[in-house]
């Protein structure tokens, strides 16, 4: 399963057209794999920020292998498993690097096979090729991309490399996230002009028509509307029977936009509902049943603060926060809960069970692949407090099972 390099690849002229059906010989025009997410059936969507595209992968069912008998660890004493040991040098084996060279853009599961698969850079800067990777049964291997029937699609306008104020590449920024809906897909990410921040809806089969719109928000920590930045996460969901998009950008405003007004040239004003706290990134966003209240919950990951826990049914009621107003630094809006996980990359395996890359416990310098239980995202394993050691109290009756041995 050999992925063809980009130096064999087709013209960039070729990719930027509209969609259509390609070769297998022309499947390495890929130029970056970034945001992931899974269709209707064997559909893998790719974005491709450099080349300004949507890869979309559709595979045979048998192309998929049925993880759900793979340990995941023991829900009674919080307690996840490692899947993947050490999985950026099981990755960076595959590809002939070192691990430092290999970086992990994003994750997505297979719903029906709970086979885990993960967009990947081999290096880093302009020159790093794309690879997609899956995980079965603890082996890491890479995704035969020719297997599947290929088609594509343009985004629309993409900006340049240059315009943010720390020298970061702006085209990276082109595609910030994929969420599929009813037959579409949702691309956030970075167009041009003054109203940058532009949300794609796309028919999938791909047409070559692109309905864009431009978001502007609120943004109560910096206490101005804003029409640049993009959702850096988002994901659909019917809300009192209302479709609708729930986003949440950097430093980090919650957002939610019905669909109904996502139409093509139009300039959309989302409605900010909550501020999760400043000076931090959203990473992901998930959403779950809890096993334990039955309600609908999302969980947003970020790169500087706790996970937070918002409920779906507030997202559905409660007030916009106000506009023109002093600075805000949250959190604020919507009521929140902090939630503990250390999670580079999380992902929903199935109801009771999420998936996350994460920083090894012991040496930090590796990644592993973990399962975590729903719905506390605690794997208790990785802590050391009263309750591990001998002879002290067990309130919650852990040391009533055997300890799992690893």
């Not at 937070?308 to 049914?313: D, E, F, N």
């Not at 409660?318 to 999380?346: C, K, R, S, Y």
Request: glycine share 8%; aromatic share 8%.
């Amino acid at each position: 399963m050999k992925l063809k390099s980009v130096a064999r690849a087709t013209s960039l002229a070729g990719i930027l057209c509209a969609a259509t059906t390609i070769s297998a010989d022309e499947v390495g025009a890929m130029r970056s794999a970034g945001a992931l997410a899974f269709g209707d059936g064997d559909v893998l969507f790719v974005g491709d920020s450099k080349a300004g595209v949507v890869h979309a992968f559709d595979f045979d069912a048998e192309d998929f292998a049925n993880q759900s008998e793979v340990f995941l660890g023991r829900m009674e004493t919080s307690e996840g498993w490692t899947l993947v040991n050490n999985i950026d040098a099981e990755i960076a084996g595959l590809l002939g690097v070192h691990p430092y060279d290999v970086m992990i853009n994003d994750m997505a599961v297979h719903p029906s096979s709970q086979q885990v698969f993960l967009s990947v850079h081999r290096g880093v800067g302009p020159d790093a090729e794309p690879v997609i990777v899956k995980v079965d049964q603890g082996t890491v291997a890479l995704v035969d991309l020719t297997a599947a029937s290929y088609s594509q699609t343009s985004v629309g306008d993409l900006p340049g490399s240059d315009g943010l104020e720390f020298g970061q590449d702006l085209r990276d920024l082109a595609i910030t996230d994929i969420d599929f809906y009813e037959g579409e897909i949702f691309v956030a990410g970075v167009g041009t002009g003054d109203f940058a921040s532009n949300l794609r809806r796309i028919a999938y089969p791909f047409t070559g028509e692109v309905a864009t719109s431009s978001i502007e928000i609120w943004h109560a920590v910096h206490a101005q509307f804003e029409t640049c930045a993009p959702i850096i996460s988002q994901q659909i969901h019917e809300i009192n029977g209302v479709p609708t998009l729930v986003a949440v950008y950097a430093c980090t405003p919650l957002v939610r936009i019905p669909l109904s007004e996502l139409k093509d040239g139009a300039h959309v004003r989302g409605e900010m509902i909550g501020e999760l706290g400043y000076g931090s990134t959203p990473i992901d966003m998930i959403s779950y049943t809890d096993p334990m209240d039955q309600n609908d919950y999302v969980l947003i990951t970020s790169t500087s603060r706790s996970a937070k826990r918002v409920s779906l049914a507030d997202i559905g009621s409660v007030e916009a926060m106000p506009t023109e107003a002093p600075n805000n630094f949250g959190p604020a809006g919507i009521g929140q809960f902090p939630m503990p996980t250390e999670a580079e990359h999380l992902a929903m395996l199935n109801p009771y069970w999420s998936v996350a890359v994460r920083r090894n416990v012991k040496d930090s310098r590796k990644l592993d692949l973990v399962s975590i239980p729903v719905p506390f995202f605690l794997d208790r394993a990785i802590h050391v407090v009263e309750m591990n050691f001998e002879g002290a109290a067990d309130p919650f009756g852990f040391r009533n099972h055997e300890r799992l041995k690893r």
